[in-house]
Nanobody, 123 residues
Framework: AVQLVESGGGSVQAGGSLRLSCTAS????????MAWFRQAPGKEREGVAL????????YFTDSVKGRFTISRDMGTSTLYLQMSSLKPDDTAVYYC????????????????WGQGTQVTVSS
């Protein structure tokens, strides 16, 4: 069975940093587009960043550009999201996803999802 296990969430003050990790198993990591999504309280889920099998990176949320970095380690089948200069608006549950896909320029969904990790940024 496919498993995506996130870690690294927590509570930080504005301006701080966190690194989220997502370890994948049960799938060919290098054969799936990988992505991070987030869902803030009372809001719809939004696609944050995509890393394709070819290594192409796209950030879909304007507010994270220049602050968040998506990366991967093929050797350990781990996806990362380095988050810096965190803001209270970044507070959300962050989800790792495999088999991500886009439509009309939006990071729309994925075939497989992690359980989510909470990130809380206080002002």
């Amino acid at each position: 069975a496919v498993q995506l296990v996130e870690s690294g969430g927590g509570s930080v003050q504005a301006g701080g940093s966190l690194r989220l990790s997502c370890t994948a198993s049960g799938l060919s990591f290098d054969a799936h587009h990988m992505a991070w999504f987030r869902q803030a309280p009372g809001k719809e889920r939004e696609g944050v960043a995509l890393l394709t099998v070819d290594g192409v990176i796209t950030y879909f949320t304007d507010s994270v550009k220049g602050r968040f970095t998506i990366s991967r380690d093929m050797g350990t089948s781990t996806l990362y999201l380095q988050m810096s200069s965190l803001k209270p608006d970044d507070t959300a549950v962050y989800y790792c996803a495999a088999g991500a896909y886009t439509h009309n320029g939006r990071l729309l969904g994925a075939d497989y999802w992690g359980q989510g990790t909470q990130v809380t940024v206080s002002s």
